[in-house]
């Protein structure tokens, strides 16, 4: 492949982060249930624009904030799901109970992905990173999600990945102060991994047409690393 082949939509999020919408409860008092969700991803942004040196107006990431997001494929989503460069779900129970969270993983997962020319990346990296959100037990994980590799926090502390396992990043929010200190470190460590999959991985765009030709179950199709 030449290098314009190579060539990314500069107008293209960095990563998709998807996640599992959580709705007010009926009677309930109306809410940002989602909050944590966006502060998350309003720090990672912070720091891939800080990593990549985005110019002004290039979008760090995606997020559907739509208040019925989950239920209308809009062509801003299509087009995050099409061309961003790295994929980001936020593992949950809900979110591996949720069709639409399981359309936006496969939207991504069909898209072809190679290293870049000279990149060199770490066996089991992908461009498909699952993030600890909240604890799942292992024997719920369906094997497409559960044969990518779990983001991991290194060169830390001893006792921050460990939490982080146990806790998901939204128990780390969760805890206030007492976890303030380890979600700002994973969240740093998860940007660099970003920013690393960025560098050494190139994505094909392949807008999805129609939603409903999307899978609605967490199952593996047949498209990887070429």
Known sequence: MTEEEFRVDPSAPVFFLSYARTKNRVAAPPRDTNSKVFQLFVDLSDHVVELLGLPPGRPAGFMDRMIDGGQLWTEDLAFAAGHSQVFIPLISPQYLNSAWCAREWDAFARR?????????????????????????????????????QLFTPTRLPSDIAPQYHDEGIYGLLSLGKNGKDAYDAVVWRLAQRIA??????????????????LRATFEEVGHDLV
């Open 112 to 148: 072809r992905f190679t290293l870049r020319p000279g990149a060199a990346a770490t066996a089991g990296e992908t461009p498909i990173i699952p993030v600890n959100w909240s604890v799942v037990e292992r024997q719920r994980v369906p094997p497409v999600v559960s044969q990518r």
């Open 196 to 213: 690393k999959a960025y560098h050494t991985h190139w994505v094909q765009a392949q807008v999805p047409a129609d939603m409903q030709q």
